[in-house]
């Protein structure tokens, strides 16, 4: 009886691994499940939805503009963006980020379902809203990609704030200044359900706006600093 038992949890410890290993290599090589593609310059999209050219080239255009006016320079010639609209897709490879807009993974990214005409990130039928569109988030997605190109596994010691302000930095469209966004966000509590639910974070982009264009840090420096977000308000709010 015990051996039986044995037997069975051996062989249900195997399949559980064997599932997470396919699923690992299913997010690692993800091509062959992406049947259209689009793109011969920078960044190249893949989509399992035919992708209508005008939106789609039109989208590549303005990730890469806003890819280029990053200080955190991109070193690879090619990234890729899979965009799942399938619903079990969509599921399949959200495992690792359930409820996220998309997820930077090793060298390329994913986003959920895509609108190319209107530029807008569809996300189980929720249409996302400027200044977050599409092309915002394949900048963020992107950002992470090539953050992680420069840090390695010193990305396990980048403060929160430097990891996702620096991404919110590089892709919002109209970047404030410092002082813009000061004004703007005045002494709010920070929203964290807002955070959570759709990635907003403009005070970590404040803080990043603040050491690089009040302390004219390096993206380096940046991605060096171990300052703790409420070390980095600190040293703002003294500013004051
Ligand atoms: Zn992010």
């Given at each position: 009886?015990?051996?039986?038992?044995?037997?069975?949890?051996?062989?249900?410890?195997?399949?559980?691994?064997?599932?997470?290993?396919?699923?690992?290599?299913?997010?690692?090589?993800?091509?062959?499940?992406?049947?259209?593609?689009?793109?011969?310059?920078?960044?190249?999209?893949?989509?399992?939805?035919?992708?209508p050219s005008a939106?789609g080239e039109?989208?590549?255009?303005?990730?890469?503009?806003?890819?280029?006016?990053?200080?955190?320079?991109?070193?690879?010639?090619?990234?890729?963006?899979?965009?799942?609209?399938?619903?079990?897709?969509?599921?399949?490879?959200?495992?690792?980020?359930?409820?996220?807009?998309?997820?930077?993974?090793?060298?390329?990214?994913?986003?959920?379902?895509?609108?190319?005409?209107?530029?807008?990130?569809?996300?189980?039928?929720?249409?996302?809203?400027?200044?977050?569109?599409?092309?915002?988030?394949?900048?963020?997605?992107?950002?992470?990609?090539?953050?992680?190109?420069?840090?390695?596994?010193?990305?396990?010691?980048?403060?929160?704030?430097?990891?996702?302000?620096?991404?919110?930095?590089?892709?919002?469209?109209?970047?404030?200044?410092?002082?813009?966004?000061?004004?703007?966000?005045?002494?709010?509590?920070?929203?964290?359900?807002?955070?959570?639910?759709?990635?907003?974070?403009?005070?970590?982009?404040?803080?990043?706006?603040?050491?690089?264009?009040?302390?004219?840090?390096?993206?380096?420096?940046?991605?060096?600093?171990?300052?703790?977000?409420?070390?980095?308000?600190?040293?703002?709010?003294?500013?004051?």
């Amino acid at each position: 009886m015990l051996r039986a038992i044995k037997r069975a949890l051996l062989w249900t410890a195997v399949a559980m691994t064997t599932v997470a290993l396919s699923l690992v290599a299913l997010i690692t090589w993800p091509r062959p499940l992406f049947a259209f593609a689009l793109g011969a310059g920078k960044i190249v999209v893949a989509s399992d939805r035919p992708i209508p050219s005008a939106g789609g080239e039109r989208f590549l255009d303005e990730c890469e503009r806003l890819l280029e006016r990053s200080p955190l320079k991109a070193t690879r010639r090619q990234y890729w963006l899979y965009v799942t609209n399938d619903d079990w897709r969509q599921r399949l490879f959200f495992i690792p980020h359930h409820d996220a807009w998309g997820y930077a993974w090793n060298d390329h990214a994913f986003l959920s379902g895509a609108d190319f005409e209107r530029g807008r990130v569809v996300h189980w039928g929720y249409v996302g809203t400027p200044p977050r569109t599409l092309a915002y988030l394949c900048a963020h997605e992107l950002t992470h990609v090539i953050a992680l190109e420069h840090t390695g596994l010193d990305r396990l010691h980048v403060p929160t704030w430097v990891w996702e302000g620096l991404p919110d930095y590089v892709a919002i469209e109209r970047r404030e200044t410092f002082a813009e966004l000061r004004d703007a966000l005045g002494d709010r509590p920070v929203d964290i359900p807002m955070r959570v639910k759709y990635g907003s974070y403009p005070r970590y982009r404040l803080l990043v706006t603040y050491f690089v264009e009040r302390k004219g840090w390096s993206v380096d420096q940046l991605l060096q600093t171990r300052l703790t977000e409420e070390e980095a308000a600190e040293i703002v709010r003294a500013e004051r």
